[in-house]
């Protein structure tokens, strides 16, 4: 009970507290130190756990997060997966509203023209939240590695297996 709180609430604490008061290591060595290269973008808005809307350039643009997979929300064709909405909220929590970095892979798209990159939520002065392991690692997603790009797919195997080992998120609920 008390890790099904800090998954639901950990998101929030984020927003107001930022990253001082956090000394998990599921954390700690979430954070980076280094700046990335990639496009700077506002998020707009979250279609679901994996997938969101960013702003730069005047323009908006759809995003898929690469290597995870979180629980369906949104398709009308599929049941709302278990851990779904929970996902989704904890993405929206977290990224909404602010400024993240997007970081390509070998390809820039997917077949539903949304781009895909790995995100990263600047936390402090120079300090970068990768968002793609967090969601992993917090058990909002499953892995999901589609070739070519996969520059970070150990990392993220790893992560899920210590969100599974854990029972964090999906893995405990599902």
Request: net charge neutral; proline share 5%; aromatic share 8%.
């Amino acid at each position: 009970m008390i890790k099904l709180i800090l998954i639901i609430t950990l998101p929030l604490l984020l927003l107001i507290g930022g990253f001082f008061w956090l000394s998990q290591p599921v954390i700690n060595h979430l954070v980076i130190d280094k700046p990335v290269n990639g496009q700077l973008a506002e998020v707009v808005r979250v279609i679901d756990g994996d997938t969101i809307v960013v702003k730069y350039n005047n323009h908006q643009y759809p995003v898929r997060l690469i290597g995870i997979d979180t629980p369906e929300t949104v398709d009308p064709h599929r049941v709302v997966g278990c851990f779904g909405k929970q996902a989704s909220n904890t993405t929206k929590h977290l990224l909404v509203g602010r400024m993240v970095y997007l970081v390509a892979d070998l390809e820039d798209q997917d077949k539903y023209q949304r781009q895909l990159r790995y995100v990263y939520l600047p936390v402090n002065h120079d300090q970068l939240l990768f968002v793609n392991d967090y969601l992993m690692r917090t058990g909002q997603a499953k892995i999901l590695t589609i070739e070519p790009n996969n520059k970070f797919a150990a990392q993220l195997n790893a992560a899920q297996l210590d969100a599974q080992q854990q029972r964090l998120g999906l893995w405990m609920s599902c």
